[in-house]
């Protein structure tokens, strides 16, 4: 009655055999995935002057523009949280953060500076100056260096202060200036549809 | 039947050669895989220690209740302690650790093969159920080799299963948990941290990762119980199946309480039909071990039964009488849960 797998002699080359399997299964996976895909170019020209969309849907979303010669990282870039682009010696992301509520706005700076020492902990971030965007919005901006990397930072709470769009870019010390117009020109393009700054 | 003296089929094939070669193999998968977590979280300890706290504490009740209602819903017993431990161990570091660079890989190259709004949208549901189902189900096979007698038929898959998920998922929430801080713009990082826990806890853990690795790893019951020749079509059959519940789960659409519902019945569904032909064949190899006279007569309605067990060894008087009852249950149940594993089996 009983089946022929419980008793009898030992099969342990079948069950290496499985074992060899299991492990090859989970290196092919974990190590697998991320050299073919390091392999794999990722980086896709972005249309000067055509609008970027960034923002979880037609409410909650803003749009910017970049000028010639940038570069959209794909692999780290999501539409609805983070892009992340490159010009030359400038790297800069823009993300976008929910706020839970208006009063959340006035801790997007700090919360910036503890975001950028999880990414390196040697990040600082200079004391925020008041930015005015072209269409009236109240946004922040200050130094940020990163990893010997200097550079701009400016955050952007949305109208209803029910999110907030923050952006970072940083270039070798002696490209920091490209770095910090880079900043400047991205916020200035810088639109939230759904409510008039 | 099984005797009491001499070494039982599975105290024997604990000292099979390659037992220790798994159970090596498996520990070492456990450290990487946890190396890796660390590595990848270890700023948010530094940066935000007490929301870092805070979202694991979040999620010791979760484990606490899973691990127990999962070995609760072993028929007859619960299964092993330490191999049970083991399960949501392996889905707690091993599988999660390799996860996280599996998936970095291929949401990777879905967007830069479909571009960034295709990824955007179906990269987690293109990546995770091929990636996360084979690294926690991998938890299972390594159960079945590293402890035999543990998996030997669809509902020990199911169960060992099910705990491999909970790991995942409970490591899976923490990690959430710490990702929503940046999320939320670091503006209240206890409150990100709490408010992903109460989603994940509270709505998206009733069909989550335990519910597709119960229906991956009763496949690896499967292949236990019938090997290989005629386990394997079953064994694929679930594994596809929880791909497409986690694939279903990771889709931009239906809405999240349907997508939740829908794997929450399938596994109950499953589960419910596996229990029932488990009970019903372990009823049967009792009434044949009565009429052999294996099993006292007097003691077979007390057999299948957690509570009813328990009460017949409280009537038996403490010490030698009582600790002979509780052997001789347990010897039984052996035999019971050997013969009744799978119906294949009793075919046989």
Redesign the interface.
Known sequence: ???????GK?R?SR??R??AT??G??VL??????????A???N?PATAGSPLTIGLNSTHEAQFTLGPGWV?R????????QWVLNRGPVDMSV?Y????NAS??G??W???R??L???A?SARLGQPARLISPQGGNGQTGTVTVNGRAGQAVVFPAPGADF?I?IVSVAPADNSAAARTAAAQLARSLKFPAGAL | MTTASGPTPAAAAQREPYVRTVRVTAVVLCVVGAGVLVWAFYPSLIVFPGPTVLAVVLQVPLLLVGFWLFRLFRPLRAPSRTWSAAAVVWGATAATGCALLANEGLTGLWAKGAGVTFASNWSAALSAPLNEELLKLAGVVLIALAAPYAVRGPVDGMIFGALTGLGFQVMENITYSLNAVPLFGATNPAGAVTLSAVVRVGLTSWGSHWAMTAVAGTGIGYLAARGSRRGALPAVGCLVAAMAMHLQFDAPQPPIFLKVLINFVVVLGFYLWLRRGYVARARAVLGEQVSAGVVPRTEAPSLLGRRQRRRRRLQAPPGPVRDEVTARQQTALDDIEREAADAADREN
């Open positions: 009655m009983r089946s022929k797998h419980a008793g030992p342990s069950r290496l499985w074992l299991v492990l299964v989970m996976l974990a190590a697998g995935w991320p050299l073919v895909s390091r794999v170019s990722g896709q959209i794909t692999a780290e870039s999501d539409p609805k949280q993300t953060v929910t706020l839970v959340q706005a801790q997007l700090p919360g910036l503890n975001i020492r999880l990414g902990s907030a923050e």
